[in-house]
């Protein structure tokens, strides 16, 4: 039986690489050696398509690091867009999950 205490293991959602085609999920290192560094497992996460592995996913996690990055799409807050840059729905999902 496995019974060795497990690290907390930390979601990390991830940005796009819009210089990449196609777009590639990344994360700066920096976030992944903090997480390393407080005792923690970085676990990095693109929204997946599945609704049911999104839930998994949430289940199997301790904690959540937002980043930080583009802006959250205005629609979510019953707000107008007025100018917001680079809005990612998928991330704003995976996130607000």
Not at 20 to 39: F, I, N, Q
């Amino acid at each position: 039986m496995f019974t060795t205490k497990c690290p907390p293991l930390i979601i990390i959602p991830t940005s796009e690489n819009d210089k990449s085609v196609p777009p590639k999920p990344w994360v700066s290192r920096a976030y992944t050696d903090a997480v390393e560094s407080a005792g923690g497992i970085a676990f990095l996460v693109a929204r997946p398509k599945d609704d049911e592995a999104l839930d998994a996913i949430i289940h199997l996690a301790h904690g959540l690091l937002l980043i930080g990055g583009r802006d959250i799409n205005p629609l979510r807050y019953n707000e107008d867009d007025r100018g917001c840059i680079g809005v990612n729905n998928e991330r704003d999902l995976l996130e607000f999950a």
